[in-house]
């Protein structure tokens, strides 16, 4: 098997968040390299890891996503790959010097006109000037500009602005495009165009490092991808199973958000208050979610809600209102027992409420309960669960397969599953 054409072993960046440090700092570093010393590993004051020990490959003809939270080291990762900055540790081989960085500016100048802006991008990718006015017009044609292609770039739209830098990336021809965040430019009809050219720019053999928060695109172009996590490597695998394992630790982070929120409250504030319309003979003490089978929940997923409440005396004519909602603090729907043909008896002591899905039509996600016990006749309440105080949160938990991916990424609510047929 060839070697890669991109191969990063061991690779880390630190910098300096104090910038009078920084620039001692830069000094001190330069002399060690002078003097042949190996550079430093440890971290001094005011300075933090970007990148720490990453490592990865990427072939000829490859496309590999990389993803992860905002200050994951991303950019990093683009910028030293790339040559704008040196890395602090590590070996970066890249066995081609024809690379293009892709991003929305494209390097274009607002000053100079589109025309200009083609032939000095060409010029500074090494074309010989005998071929830019060949190359100039395929760019113009790709770009569907012509009309305003001798106006100065900085009267054009963001859409023309990025039509125009994308076109001239069509006319390079490099071994490796380093995408950052760049594939959402221009109209649909453009941006598919674009794709088309990717496309067959990766038929031809070329290689793409697409870094994006756009997961869906992620999926669906890149097979394999690497997850990075406060400059860590966390997984690098089938886009599939990465992007499943970023979904995951997002749930765990808002899992961990929340459960400081609640250790920083009064215990009394957690427990169920009464409003002054509320009666204190009937108390809701827990509302709790989860799959019979002791599973995670799924979409599409059998769950059971369980209500347990306290009445100091028996008690009829009541009804029991669940209400879901999502984080928005939006309903999505509100369940009701208690009419007929239901029957809602309460007897003096410890009470039970279940309620039970057989198959959740809730797509991935965070939801929340709130519960309201509430006289039939007067509607007025008798208690509630998650109104003064914090709802119960559960979460729907995403398989590891395209289809999941899409619903996290489209931020859907429901999950429907039709009956699906051709003719």
Known sequence: MSKPLLEISGLSKKFCSNPHRALRYFLADTGREIL???PSSCIREDEFWALRDVAFSLHSGEVLGVIGHN?????TLINLIAGLIRPTTGEIILRTKRVALMDHGGGLNSSQTGRENIRSQLFMHGYPSEMI????????????ISTFIDSAV???SLGMRQ???FSIYTQLDPDLFIVDEA?????LRFRTKFASFLREYVGRGGSILLCSHEL??????CPRSILLEQGKLVMCGISTDVIAVYHQMHAEQEQNIEAITAATCMEG???TKATPNESDEIKITSVSAKNPKEQPIFPGGEINLEIRFHSTSSREGVFCAVEIGNELLESLSTMVFGYPPESLRLRAGENFVYCRFKSLPLAPGTYQVRVYLTEKDTAIPLATFGVETRPMSFIVTKAADPKSNMAVYRKNILHLEPEWWTA
């Open 36 to 38: 042949c010393r190996p």
């Open 71 to 75: 200050g994951a080291g991303k950019s």
């Open 133 to 144: 006015p060949s190359k100039e017009q395929s760019v113009i044609e790709f770009a569907e």
């Open 154 to 156: 900085g009267t054009y």
């Open 163 to 165: 039509r125009l830098a």
């Open 183 to 187: 594939l959402n430019g221009g109209d």
């Open 216 to 221: 869906h695109a992620i999926q669906m172009l």
């Open 269 to 271: 504030e957690l427990q």
